[in-house]
């Protein structure tokens, strides 16, 4: 049981999840697997640690280890599911993540060909975005160089 602390970190967890774009249940999900004090986690428990459902968990739990934050582990002889934190390695997933940066860029170009009012909110959003995703495409290998260079010090 959570006491009142772990509760409220929980909801901070869910609000910087939305935040960016996630879900508030699946930042309660991966706060409650960072803070439980447990190597793994059935997928009963966080449905009544949490108190919501079982598809919430289930879907949540889906884009948790897409994004490689959760592994889900099944020990042998044992038939359920268990989940822990990923030992993620922030540099080689941000490495990997910035290929979508080209895609995303290219995406926004091809779709300035469809709009005809060049200077339409959404062509300046389009034109934004693909400056960004490029100037970030040659920033990134910079960036992951000198965080590797100072957490190997």
Not at 49 to 67: D, P, Q
Not at 79 to 86: E, F, G, L, Q
């Amino acid at each position: 049981m959570l006491d009142n602390k772990q509760q409220a970190y929980l909801e901070r967890v869910g609000k910087m999840w939305e935040e960016v774009g996630l879900t508030n249940i699946g930042g309660k999900i991966l706060g409650y697997l960072l803070i439980c004090g447990k190597p793994m986690v059935s997928f009963q428990e966080l449905v009544d640690e949490l108190g919501v459902s079982k598809a919430s968990v289930s879907n949540n739990l889906k884009a948790l280890t897409g994004i490689h934050f959760v592994d889900m582990v099944k020990p042998k002889g044992d038939r359920k599911s268990y989940y822990k934190p990923n030992k993620v390695d922030m540099a080689n997933m941000m490495e990997k993540r910035s290929a979508l940066f080209d895609l995303y860029a290219d995406v926004m170009d091809e779709g300035l060909a469809f709009v005809d009012d060049q200077q339409s909110d959404a062509a300046v959003f389009m034109r934004e975005s693909r400056d960004f995703y490029r100037w970030m495409k040659t920033k990134m290998p910079q960036l992951l160089d000198e965080y590797r260079r100072t957490k190997n010090q």
